[in-house]
Nanobody, 138 residues
Framework: QLQLVESGGGLVQPGGSLRLSCAAS????????VGWFRQAPGEEREPVSS?????????????DYADSVKGRFTIFRDNSKETVYLQMNDLKPEDTAVYFC??????????????????????????WGKGSLVTVSS
């Protein structure tokens, strides 16, 4: 069974940090481009970070970030664990949302702009996790 499972969400104070994990089962995640998305109450799902596949033709494991998180969030892979992480630092109340990871079998460039060429909420991704809630509040 093909599955993505997010973990690591929770309640954190402004300025704090969290690390989200996206673990794959039933398929080899390093062959997929992966995106992290978030959806706040009453808002559309939006991409926040992406990483190309480890077998991408021109730019393996290359990250990209939405302007709102650039410099604060870092995406990276551990292929030995079939997991993609999102390290979130200097969290702000406006980062509060349910965070989803999604994977796309894709060997070319994979950026936030590329993702946004698709439509919310699915953005033409192949597989989705069920989400992990992040709450930033004092």
């Amino acid at each position: 069974q093909l599955q993505l499972v997010e973990s690591g969400g929770g309640l954190v104070q402004p300025g704090g940090s969290l690390r989200l994990s996206c673990a794959a089962s039933g398929f080899t995640l390093d062959r997929y481009a992966v995106g992290w998305f978030r959806q706040a109450p009453g808002e559309e799902r939006e991409p926040v970070s992406s990483i190309t596949s480890s077998s991408a033709i021109t730019s393996a494991d290359t990250p990209d970030y939405a302007d709102s998180v650039k410099g604060r969030f870092t995406i990276f892979r551990d292929n030995s664990k079939e997991t993609v992480y999102l390290q979130m630092n200097d969290l702000k109340p406006e980062d509060t949302a349910v965070y989803f990871c999604a994977a796309l079998r894709w060997s070319l460039d994979f950026t936030i702009a590329h993702i946004k060429s698709g439509q919310s909420p699915n953005y033409a991704m192949d597989h989705w996790g069920k989400g992990s809630l992040v709450t930033v509040s004092s």
